[in-house]
Protein backbone atom coordinates (compact mmCIF):
# COMPACT_ATOMS: atom_id res chain seq x y z
CA UNK A 1 0.00 0.00 0.00
CA UNK A 2 1.39 3.20 -1.05
CA UNK A 3 0.68 6.32 1.30
CA UNK A 4 0.47 8.76 -1.98
CA UNK A 5 -1.55 6.98 -3.80
CA UNK A 6 -3.88 6.18 -1.55
CA UNK A 7 -4.78 9.75 -0.10
CA UNK A 8 -5.09 10.48 -4.49
CA UNK A 9 -7.67 7.87 -4.12
CA UNK A 10 -9.77 8.83 -1.16
CA UNK A 11 -9.72 12.59 -1.71
CA UNK A 12 -11.35 11.26 -5.40
CA UNK A 13 -13.85 9.55 -3.09
CA UNK A 14 -14.39 12.35 -0.64
CA UNK A 15 -15.98 14.02 -4.21
CA UNK A 16 -18.01 10.84 -4.79
CA UNK A 17 -22.18 11.55 -3.63
CA UNK A 18 -21.64 9.10 -1.12
CA UNK A 19 -19.02 10.94 1.08
CA UNK A 20 -19.01 14.46 -0.70
CA UNK A 21 -20.00 17.35 1.89
CA UNK A 22 -20.67 14.25 4.34
CA UNK A 23 -19.37 13.66 8.03
CA UNK A 24 -19.48 9.85 7.85
CA UNK A 25 -18.52 7.62 11.11
CA UNK A 26 -16.37 5.06 10.54
CA UNK A 27 -17.33 2.38 12.68
CA UNK A 28 -16.44 -0.90 11.75
CA UNK A 29 -19.59 -1.44 9.13
CA UNK A 30 -18.57 2.17 7.19
CA UNK A 31 -14.68 1.43 7.25
CA UNK A 32 -15.20 -2.04 5.64
CA UNK A 33 -17.69 -0.01 2.85
CA UNK A 34 -15.11 2.21 2.69
CA UNK A 35 -12.09 -0.01 2.28
CA UNK A 36 -14.33 -1.87 -1.05
CA UNK A 37 -15.26 1.29 -2.49
CA UNK A 38 -11.04 2.50 -2.05
CA UNK A 39 -10.16 -0.54 -3.41
CA UNK A 40 -11.93 0.02 -6.45
CA UNK A 41 -10.50 3.29 -7.14
CA UNK A 42 -7.22 2.03 -6.55
CA UNK A 43 -8.05 -0.92 -9.09
CA UNK A 44 -8.92 1.80 -11.51
CA UNK A 45 -5.32 3.51 -11.49
CA UNK A 46 -3.75 0.05 -11.18
CA UNK A 47 -2.51 0.82 -7.94
CA UNK A 48 -1.89 -1.45 -4.87
CA UNK A 49 -5.12 -2.18 -2.70
CA UNK A 50 -6.09 -1.83 0.85
CA UNK A 51 -6.19 -5.65 2.16
CA UNK A 52 -3.65 -6.87 4.57
CA UNK A 53 -4.47 -6.02 8.30
CA UNK A 54 -1.02 -3.77 8.29
CA UNK A 55 -2.80 -2.11 5.25
CA UNK A 56 -5.69 -1.59 6.58
CA UNK A 57 -4.17 0.02 10.28
CA UNK A 58 -2.42 2.05 8.34
CA UNK A 59 -5.41 3.72 6.45
CA UNK A 60 -6.71 4.01 9.97
CA UNK A 61 -3.92 6.15 10.73
CA UNK A 62 -4.39 7.99 7.38
CA UNK A 63 -8.16 8.55 8.09
CA UNK A 64 -7.51 9.71 11.46
CA UNK A 65 -4.54 12.04 10.90
CA UNK A 66 -5.52 13.58 7.43
CA UNK A 67 -9.25 13.01 7.27
CA UNK A 68 -10.92 13.73 10.44
CA UNK A 69 -13.45 16.44 9.61
CA UNK A 70 -15.04 14.31 6.73
CA UNK A 71 -13.81 10.27 8.48
CA UNK A 72 -15.01 10.43 11.96
CA UNK A 73 -14.13 8.60 14.56
CA UNK A 74 -16.80 6.73 16.95
CA UNK A 75 -16.36 5.97 20.16
CA UNK A 76 -12.40 6.66 20.03
CA UNK A 77 -12.38 4.01 17.12
CA UNK A 78 -11.65 4.01 13.26
CA UNK A 79 -12.83 0.56 12.40
CA UNK A 80 -11.36 -1.67 14.71
CA UNK A 81 -8.87 0.26 15.79
CA UNK A 82 -8.13 2.62 18.85
CA UNK A 83 -7.36 6.23 18.17
CA UNK A 84 -5.17 6.46 20.90
CA UNK A 85 -3.21 3.77 19.02
CA UNK A 86 -3.19 5.41 15.96
CA UNK A 87 -2.29 8.85 16.69
CA UNK A 88 1.15 7.78 18.87
CA UNK A 89 3.48 8.98 15.95
CA UNK A 90 3.60 9.87 12.25
CA UNK A 91 2.80 7.43 9.75
CA UNK A 92 5.50 5.44 8.56
CA UNK A 93 5.31 6.31 4.52
CA UNK A 94 5.81 3.56 1.41
CA UNK A 95 7.01 3.75 -1.41
CA UNK A 96 10.38 6.91 -2.62
CA UNK A 97 9.99 10.13 -1.89
CA UNK A 98 9.53 12.38 -4.71
CA UNK A 99 12.08 14.84 -4.30
CA UNK A 100 15.48 13.03 -4.31
CA UNK A 101 18.10 15.01 -5.29
CA UNK A 102 20.31 16.45 -2.49
CA UNK A 103 21.65 19.12 -4.76
CA UNK A 104 18.44 20.24 -6.34
CA UNK A 105 17.70 24.27 -4.84
CA UNK A 106 14.37 25.17 -3.76
CA UNK A 107 12.94 28.97 -3.12
CA UNK A 108 12.39 29.33 0.35
CA UNK A 109 9.40 31.42 -0.48
CA UNK A 110 7.77 29.56 -2.82
CA UNK A 111 5.29 26.58 -2.62
CA UNK A 112 7.22 23.48 -4.00
CA UNK A 113 9.39 24.45 -1.30
CA UNK A 114 6.84 23.61 1.42
CA UNK A 115 5.75 20.37 -0.49
CA UNK A 116 9.31 19.10 -0.35
CA UNK A 117 9.70 20.29 3.01
CA UNK A 118 6.68 18.36 4.10
CA UNK A 119 7.82 14.99 2.49
CA UNK A 120 10.99 15.18 4.10
CA UNK A 121 9.35 15.66 6.93
CA UNK A 122 7.13 12.19 6.16
CA UNK A 123 9.84 10.32 5.06
CA UNK A 124 11.96 11.29 7.73
CA UNK A 125 9.26 9.56 10.55
CA UNK A 126 9.09 13.18 12.67
CA UNK A 127 6.33 15.29 13.71
CA UNK A 128 6.83 18.66 12.46
CA UNK A 129 6.19 21.69 15.17
CA UNK A 130 8.49 24.49 13.04
CA UNK A 131 7.01 25.92 9.57
CA UNK A 132 9.79 28.34 9.67
CA UNK A 133 12.61 28.50 7.48
CA UNK A 134 15.61 28.62 8.71
CA UNK A 135 17.81 31.49 9.42
CA UNK A 136 19.42 33.27 6.77
CA UNK A 137 17.67 30.99 4.40
CA UNK A 138 14.44 32.76 4.87
CA UNK A 139 14.08 34.44 1.44
CA UNK A 140 17.20 32.32 -0.06
CA UNK A 141 17.29 28.73 -2.01
CA UNK A 142 17.97 25.90 0.08
CA UNK A 143 19.33 22.48 -1.62
CA UNK A 144 17.58 19.51 -0.42
CA UNK A 145 20.33 18.24 1.90
CA UNK A 146 19.98 22.11 3.75
CA UNK A 147 16.49 20.82 4.14
CA UNK A 148 16.94 17.47 5.65
CA UNK A 149 19.36 18.79 8.02
CA UNK A 150 17.79 22.13 9.12
CA UNK A 151 14.36 19.58 10.12
CA UNK A 152 17.23 17.03 11.47
CA UNK A 153 18.85 19.89 13.64
CA UNK A 154 15.88 20.28 15.80
CA UNK A 155 14.82 16.48 16.52
CA UNK A 156 16.18 16.15 20.26
CA UNK A 157 17.51 12.97 21.82
CA UNK A 158 19.83 10.57 20.71
CA UNK A 159 18.00 7.72 20.35
CA UNK A 160 15.56 10.27 18.21
CA UNK A 161 18.40 11.16 15.96
CA UNK A 162 19.55 7.93 15.51
CA UNK A 163 16.20 6.85 13.90
CA UNK A 164 15.62 9.88 12.09
CA UNK A 165 19.30 9.77 10.68
CA UNK A 166 18.39 5.56 9.77
CA UNK A 167 15.47 7.51 7.69
CA UNK A 168 17.46 9.57 5.72
CA UNK A 169 19.83 7.38 4.78
CA UNK A 170 17.10 4.79 4.00
CA UNK A 171 15.07 7.44 1.93
CA UNK A 172 17.73 10.10 0.77
CA UNK A 173 20.71 8.01 0.97
CA UNK A 174 22.69 10.92 3.25
CA UNK A 175 23.25 11.35 6.77
CA UNK A 176 22.60 14.48 8.66
CA UNK A 177 24.75 13.46 11.27
CA UNK A 178 27.46 14.01 9.16
Same mark, same amino acid.
Given at each position: ???? *? $??ECLNILL???? &? %??????? @???????????? /? $? *?????? &???? /????????? !? %? #?????????? #?? =?? /????? +??????????????????????NTPYQAN????? =??? !?? $????????DAGHSHH????????????????????????? *???? $??? /????? +? @? &???? =?
Amino acid at each position: MNEK *E $VKECLNILLQTQT &Y %KNKQTQM @HLSNFQTLISNL /N $V *ELEKKD &YETV /NSESDKKEL !A %K #IIFSSYKNSL #IE =TN /NKIGP +YDTGQLSSGPVTPTGTPTYTDLNTPYQANKPLYS =TVR !AE $VVQYLGIRDAGHSHHGSNFSGTQTLKQIIKNVFDKVQGGG *EQSR $VAQ /NSLKY +Y @H &YDPR =T
